[in-house]
């Protein structure tokens, strides 16, 4: 009897489904035949965007009613830097969660002794803040600054990238950041020209997360 391919579930916790395409995109690398199988789904039922607080909050009992329902699957991923529901997701099943915002972070510091997060915008800082204390990180914290995007313009934007750049710029040379973390799942696909242009470390959250769902799911084996 052939052995059943574990699986990863990576959700988009918006219902914009270019921002889950572009995901996927950058994804495929991982999704090598003998590891487990990288799954990509947006939230139809969540907002276009995920912009405010009360974006926030609207998709925490959708999310945690997929991980409870999706036995089926060995790892979650959720794909927004403001990790929502994560805590409650991991209630709500004895498989693992892995938050982007968290795993990013993680990756940044083993890449650089001070991180630097680009926000999609202003109203998303503080919110980011309040986690990085709650993970006791803030001496390692340089600075959160906005690129003042939408989650849209993030996956689809002509001058996005222009716009990162400038934010990176100033988290490299005015908050002497070393290491920098892109605050969205949809700033993905700019992540390997700006590293090259910006000269430090970007980290894809994304990626950082579902790499330690990969290693978590086959050290299980």
Request: net charge neutral; charged share 25%.
């Amino acid at each position: 009897m052939p052995i059943k391919r574990q699986q990863i579930m990576v959700i988009n916790p918006n219902s914009n489904n270019n921002v889950t395409d572009a995901m996927a995109k950058e994804l495929k690398s991982f999704n090598f035949s003998d590891g487990p199988e990288i799954i990509c789904m947006s939230l139809p039922q969540g907002p276009f965007g995920i912009e405010s607080d009360a974006d926030v909050e609207s998709v925490k009992l959708p999310l945690r009613n997929i991980v409870s329902k999706r036995i089926d699957m060995d790892a979650f991923v959720i794909a927004c830097y403001s990790d929502p529901g994560l805590q409650l997701c991991r209630e709500a099943t004895d498989r693992p969660v892995f938050g982007i915002q968290e795993c990013g972070v993680l990756v940044a510091m083993t890449q650089g002794n001070r991180f630097g997060v680009i926000a999609l915008q202003e109203n998303s800082i503080r919110r980011h803040l309040i986690y990085i204390k709650q993970m006791g990180v803030i001496g390692r914290f340089a600075k959160e600054r906005a690129a003042n995007l939408s989650v849209e313009e993030c996956a689809t934007g002509i001058k996005t990238f222009e716009k990162l750049f400038s934010v990176a710029q100033q988290l490299r040379d005015e908050d002497h950041a070393d290491t920098i973390i892109l605050g969205c799942a949809g700033m993905a696909s700019h992540r390997s020209r700006l590293e090259s242009k910006i000269g430090i470390p970007v980290i894809d959250p994304v990626k950082a997360a579902v790499s330690m769902a990969m290693h978590t799911v086959i050290s299980k084996n």
